[in-house]
Each structure stands twice: as structure tokens, then as C-alpha cells.
């Protein structure tokens, strides 16, 4: 059954904030691209429609320009360098996301056309290509006498997150069990990069901006790579169990698509061997699985515990996120949203 | 006819010393990248085959770390910044040329496959983003003092480069003819941004690290914008007559993709009216010209004048390099080098 995704609470009022106060400068920066990379970045953005013409897309919820105007804040940064911090954010997002669909060969993004479906793929690379170059124009041209160290903390964020993705990619190419599955942990390392290293990177760069201390900055960029593995278990909890509504992909997308996820591994590896081979069988077989398939594979997961242990995981990160925040010497006001936007956002995703 | 490519004089002392200085920094910079994107950099650096083992491809030949050596010799600056430099630009050079081959949909680099050929086109998209993020991180994390500004002017370089690649892009689905024709000045312009930016970046970086004045970084920028420009006319010029067994691609290949450029253009926009109507109709019929009519169109562009006028622009814009170069405040020892080292390249290429 797909997942309820509940009655909304309202967003925390910092989304909104942010995006107030960063978008019109994210709009300025994407404003001084050439024409062809501008009108695929708007579209990215969600400010408008394929062929130009204005969206009322929803785009990005902007949960990491929220976190860097939060983290920014509870650091004691000014307004200006929460700002810088969140339009080079939002760009580097954007550049994976381009990027990412091309690599994982994914049609569809936020209910409409991948970019590079839309518009070609040489297009889409260059696109992503000219949101980085942005980025890091953005960060390197702020002022405050600390720009060259945070830009050094962005292009360190950027490797992770090229490492993370080259991780993901060579885990498609893994066998399901036997000594060169892959490991609980190596996929939760995958996870706090690919996913993580950007969510760290938006609670710490405003901050590093500012000239925080270096001890700040690492508990900020840890607590985000925490979280970017809760972030990640509850995404593949919604690619088996997510209301395809909400999703925009059919149901039980990432076991049509054998995708290696946290459930699927864990019930791979902790379900014991008759579930465990069961699952292999089906995943690992020549034939792509159908969608009655598709579905005893998920009976399967799920009777093997892997969606129990995938939501624990989710939990517990979330929770270590949290002890890198408290421990991070942060504004205590500041510091109390960031937790509630961490956990609406975990809820809202469950 | 083919060009001769004529006796090869042997090449300047600075590049077999650029590649002596820097290729170690280059090779433990690549060495921290993951298995994935290391293995297929190395591939693109030809330090290896396909299938990992070692090669005997001569890659690159190693012009921007050269310029980056006697651009920083050239203004005084340590050896130190002259290494970094030259890494950051052959990592963005190779950065380039990856994601190039997949924009282009060209198979073949040097004789051997395209990255994205060899390797696929997601991971070759993951290779490029690698390669961009060590760039900036090895400027980022030079020291000395001017590694902020030194990055702020890397990522202006890298942001001209996309800019000239979408220029590129965009020609291909103007007309040959009319007011929506691509103008020379226009072509010129992609030129020193796409081909020259990363050469003035070469030429600039080491002392932009070294903390040179403005005036002079701004010097050797422009120097290698013109030195861009009459490269690329140089290479237009093989694209159509260049020999087969030193391009590596078939002659008149230009003609046969019916690529814009410069000598094509300036036929068309200089050659009178029946030869523009004539080069037009075979350009831009619906036909893709087969042999015969890439020959036709050949001599076409070489009555029409096409062929004079990319030679005398490249002589043209290589002079005023020089004449930047001789504004630029250098050593003269170094600056007479570089000013070698170009004429070298010109007449190598030719």
C-alpha cells in the first residue's frame, strides 16, 4: 500500500524566509548566464516552462537555501553572507540534479521533463557546467575577507558530492549478495556524501563566510551529512512505498528499476537466507521484474524488515544530526528552527 | 590537397619543462579523485588504455601548462604558483575537452575513443564534474595569499569557457545566409572565449597566485583570448584541409558535419553573391554532403577567398597577442620564449 503522506503541516517559516530573502539574488546571478544555459536553469528552477514561457512549477522546495539562511544565523553570520551562501547552494543543487538525471538516465524531474529530456543532453551538460562555474564565481566574488577559505569549503563539498555519485554508479554494477554486495555502511558512506555533503555544506558555508571558527564548521558539515542519510533512507523508503502521486514516479519505482537502495540491501542482508535469495532471485535475474514482481519483491523487503530498518536508520541519523547541532555552539533560537525544519522535513517526506 | 604538415622543428624547451615540473602535482592531484573518475582522467590525460592498463597515447600536448610555467616566469612568481597554476588548467583543459566530445557527439580524441565512447556517456558526464571540482580545489587550496582572488579568477575563466561552448552550440542552428547568419566578429568572439579563456587563464594564474597587479593579469587574460581566436583559425583551417593521418579525422571533416567556421563564414559572407548562394544550397540542403560535394564546397571557400582570410586572422589576432604580451611589464627572457613558443604552435599547427 502506498504511504499516506498525511495532513501538511505547514512549512516552517523559515522556507519561506529563505527563499524571500535568496531568491531574488539567485535570480540576478542566473540573469548574467548566456542565454541557453539561463533559459535551462530557469526551467530547473521551475520559473518557467520548456519553451520559455512563465511556470507555476513548484521547482525546489529551496530546503537547502532554508538550511543555509538557518545555519548562517545560528552562527552569528550576516545576512549577507547567508545569502551568498544560499544562491551558491541552490546552484550546486541545481548542477546535480541536471548532471545526476543525465547519469541515472531519469525522464522525469518534479512532475515535468528532465532537463536533459527537454532540451538534449550536450545542452544539460552544459548547463550543469555553467550553474557550477556560477557557484563558485558567486562564493569567490563575496567579500567579508574570508571568501577564499569558503570557497576552498565548497569545491571540498563538491568532490564529495562527485564522490558520492561515482560511488552510486559503481553500485549498480555490484552483485546483489556474496562478498562484493554492498555494505550497510558503504551505502550509508555513499549517502552522506552524494546526498549529505550539500546539506553540510549549506549549514556551514554561511558561517565559514563570516570567518566561523574551523570546530563549528565541521559539527555544521557533519550534522548535514547526517542528515543527508536520513534524507536518503526516507527517499528510498518513498521509491518502493511512495504514493505515486506525491512522488510523481509509478509505484514501486526503484524495485522496477533493481535499484540498490538502503530497504533492499538491508533485507538482502539481514533477512535471512531464504528471503535473501528469494529477493536475488528476483533482482538479479535477466528478465526486468513486472510489476506483479515488482510487488512480491516488496513483500519480501518488507517481511525481511528492511522498510522497519530503513525508517530506524532514518531515525537515527536524524537524531545524530541533532547531537552535531547541539554540540556545534550555535544561537539557541536559530538553532531550535533548524531542528523543527529537519524534522518537518522528515515527516513531510514520510 | 591536404596541408603538409611540413619538417617538424623540435618543439620549444618550456613544454618538455612545463610537463617535467608539473606533470608529478598533476598525477597525485588526479590520484585523489575516486577509482571511477581517476581511472577515466587517466585514460584522458593518456596515461592509460581504456581497460586501465598502461599508455603509450601521448595525450596532450601539454600547451596550457607550458603557458602556465612562462606566464608565471614571465611576471616573476614562484615556481610553486606556477606548479598549481598549471595543474587547475590542465585539469580544466581535460574538464573541457570530456564534456566537449559529449556536447559534440564527437567519437574520436586523438586518435583513440572519446571518453564518452569508452566509458559511457554518464560517467564521462561524472569524469568532467571531477576534474572541475580538483581544479577549483587545488586553486582554492594553493597558499601564498591570493588563492581568493586566484579562484574568483578561475571561475571568471571557466564561466567565459561555458559561454563560448553555448556560443558554439547555438551557431549550429543558425542559417548559413541572411540576417540571422552568424557574423565574423561574432564567430571571433565565441572563439576567444571557448579556445581562449583557458589560455589567458594559463597565462595569468601563476601570477594572479603570486598576487600580480591587475593591469598585468589583465594583459596576459586578453593575450590569450587573441592567441584563442587565431588558434582556433588555425584549426578551422585543418578541419577542412588539414591531413587525415595528423588530425586524426577524415579531410574536409568540418565540411562533411557542415560545422561553422571561420573560413566557411567568411566565404559566404565575402564571396560574392553566386559563390554564397552555392556554398549555401550544398550547407544547407537537407542532404548532408557526401565527399564529392565536401570537396566542392572546399573550393568553394578557397575561390571565395575563405581559406586566405582564416590565415590572415590567425597571423592577425597572433600579433596582437604578442603586442598584449609586450604591454604586459614581463621578463624578457620569458616573454621572448612565450612569444616562441605561440609562433611554434602557429606554425606546428599550420
Request: aromatic letters at 4%; glycine letters at 12%; proline letters at 6%.
Amino acid at each position: 500500500m502506498p504511504m499516506q503522506t498525511g495532513l501538511r503541516t505547514p512549512a516552517p517559516g523559515a522556507i519561506a524566509r529563505a527563499r524571500e530573502l535568496a531568491e531574488p539574488a539567485l535570480r540576478a546571478a542566473v540573469a548574467t548566464l548566456h542565454p541557453l544555459p539561463r533559459r535551462m536553469a530557469a526551467f530547473s528552477f521551475g520559473w518557467c516552462e520548456a519553451d520559455g514561457t512563465p511556470g507555476d512549477s513548484p521547482g525546489g522546495k529551496g530546503v537547502r537555501q532554508a538550511f543555509a539562511l538557518l545555519g548562517a544565523e545560528a552562527a552569528g553570520a550576516p545576512v549577507g553572507a547567508a545569502v551568498q551562501a544560499a544562491v551558491a547552494v541552490e546552484l550546486v543543487h541545481t548542477f546535480s540534479l541536471v548532471h545526476d538525471d543525465i547519469m541515472d538516465g531519469d525522464e522525469r524531474r518534479r512532475h515535468r521533463d528532465a532537463a536533459w529530456k527537454a532540451f538534449g543532453t550536450g545542452p544539460a551538460v552544459l548547463t550543469g557546467d555553467a550553474l557550477f562555474a556560477l557557484a563558485v564565481q558567486t562564493v569567490a566574488g563575496a567579500g567579508g575577507g574570508h571568501a577564499g577559505r569558503a570557497v576552498a569549503h565548497l569545491a571540498e563539498s563538491l568532490g564529495e558530492l562527485v564522490r558520492g555519485q561515482a560511488d552510486d554508479l559503481l553500485f549498480e554494477n555490484r552483485p546483489w549478495a556474496g562478498p562484493e554486495a554492498v555494505g550497510l555502511p558503504e551505502y550509508e558512506a555513499m549517502a552522506a556524501r552524494k546526498t549529505g555533503a550539500l546539506l553540510g555544506c549549506a549549514l556551514s558555508l554561511g558561517p565559514v563566510l563570516a570567518g566561523a571558527p574551523a570546530p563549528q564548521a565541521d559539527a555544521l558539515m557533519e550534522a548535514g551529512r547526517r542528515l543527508g542519510v536520513a534524507f536518503q533512507a526516507v527517499d528510498d523508503l518513498l521509491g518502493i512505498w511512495g504514493d505515486p502521486y506525491t512522488t510523481g514516479k509509478p509505484v514501486h519505482s526503484d524495485l522496477l528499476r533493481r535499484k540498490k537502495t538502503l530497504p533492499v540491501l538491508a533485507a538482502v542482508a539481514r533477512g535471512g537466507g531464504a528471503t535473501g535469495r528469494e529477493l536475488t532471485r528476483l533482482l538479479g535475474s535477466d528478465v526486468p521484474p513486472d510489476a506483479a514482481a515488482a510487488q512480491h519483491a516488496a513483500a519480501l523487503v518488507e517481511a525481511a524488515g528492511g522498510r522497519d530498518f530503513a525508517l530506524a536508520e532514518a531515525h537515527r541519523h536524524a537524531a545524530a544530526a541533532q547531537e552535531c547541532l547541539r554540540g556545534a555552539g550555535l544561537a539557541e533560537d536559530a538553532a531550535g528552527e533548524l531542528a523543527a525544519l529537519s524534522a518537518y522535513l522528515l515527516e513531510r517526506r514520510l
